[in-house]
């Protein structure tokens, strides 16, 4: 089982930025899609941005221009820098294997998730 962890969530203005990473515990991680996934207050969790093994990314049309997703396979690392954050941005942020935007990886357990406010 794969173990992830969320990091770099924080408090930022309208129009801010911030860079979120995960690391996996498992070298398992870099042979799957991966993805950066939100939850809002009484909303479902969506995937916003995804990246295959070599590179390759999509994003959700809320995020697309504002968001880039990235991965360091030597690292088990994935990363989601975000700028012109808006406070509909505003959730909890989780990585996990990408299923959905076209992939349909089996998620391992969820992370504990980082929180990203955006408000003046």
């Known amino acids: 089982q794969v173990q ?12 801010g930025s911030l860079r979120l990473s995960c690391a996996a515990s498992a070298s398992v991680a870099r042979l799957h899609p991966m993805g950066w996934y939100r939850q809002a207050p009484g909303k479902e969790r969506e995937l916003v941005a995804a990246i295959t093994s070599i590179g390759n990314t999509k994003y959700a049309d809320s995020v697309k221009g504002r968001f880039t997703i990235s991965r360091d396979n030597a690292k088990n690392s994935v990363y989601l820098q975000m700028i012109s954050l808006k406070p509909e941005d505003t959730a909890v942020y989780y990585c996990n294997a990408a299923h959905g935007l076209g992939f349909l990886s089996d998620r391992w357990t969820w992370g504990q998730g980082t929180q990203v406010t955006v408000s003046s």
């Not at 992830?4 to 129009?15: A, I, K, N």
């Open 4 to 15: 992830l962890v969320e990091s770099g969530g924080d408090l930022v203005q309208p129009g």
